[in-house]
């Protein structure tokens, strides 16, 4: 079966520019959940959203937003782009409603370049 | 914030030897995940191991975990070239829907 789809791979923004990333799914899998990775930061997670709710929400400005519809993909958007945002935006799904023991399928993420 | 540790922070080794990273998190958890990940690309599940469970194996992999230290290991058997690349804890903690709090992450490279 296809694997989570993030699009696009990679993406050339300017400062204050906004930007939005698409997530899809793994079918069947109603929780989507969006990480920030960077050198000095690592891992970082920005949210979680299942069947179209948010349901957590990570320590990261308002500017950084994001949204389920109803066939399960996601979008995340960055308005007022800063240089600080460029990083590997991960997506990752889950069949469970809790993290209760399958682990997650992460998509290949969408590398921002803020110039 | 970073709810995990990993030590050590980059690991050389020959083919063929065993690489063993360490995990250490600060919280009550409901499980604990090891993920890989090549050059900056998307993370790979590699095994999860649940919070009543003490040491569980996936091919060339072994991880226990040890609730008391509030840690966890990843051993990586007869190492390949193809094992090259970063490993992540991350932990699923209780109460908090699908969320993941990773570690910094080890570094290993294999060399041929």
């Known amino acids: 079966k296809a694997g989570v789809t993030q699009t696009p791979r990679y993406l050339i923004k300017t400062r204050g520019q906004q930007v939005t990333l698409s997530c899809s799914p793994i079918?069947?899998?109603?929780?989507v959940s969006w990480y920030q990775q960077t050198p000095g930061q690592g891992l970082q997670f920005l949210f979680e959203y299942f069947s179209e709710t948010q349901r957590n929400k990570g320590n990261f400005p308002g500017r950084f937003s994001g949204r389920q519809f109803s066939n399960s993909r996601s979008e995340m958007n960055v308005s007022t782009l800063e240089l600080g945002d460029s990083a590997l935006y991960l997506c990752a799904s889950s069949r469970l409603t809790t993290g209760l023991g399958y682990g997650y399928t992460f998509g290949s993420g969408t590398r921002l370049t803020v110039v | 914030s970073q709810q995990g540790e990993e030590d050590p922070q980059a690991l050389s080794i020959q083919e063929g030897e065993n690489a063993t990273m360490n995990c250490s998190y600060k919280?009550?958890?409901?499980?604990l995940q090891w993920y890989r990940q090549n050059s900056g690309r998307g993370l790979v599940h590699l095994i999860l191991i649940r919070s009543n469970e003490r040491e569980k194996h996936s091919g060339r992999l072994r991880v226990t975990l040890d609730t008391s230290k509030k840690s966890s290991s990843l051993l990586i058997t007869a190492s390949r070239a193809a094992d090259t690349a970063s490993y992540f804890c991350a932990t699923d903690i209780k109460a908090a829907g699908n969320k993941l709090t990773f570690g910094g992450g080890t570094r290993v490279l294999v060399k041929p």
């Open positions: 079918s069947g899998h109603r929780s």
């Open positions: 919280t009550s958890i409901n499980n």
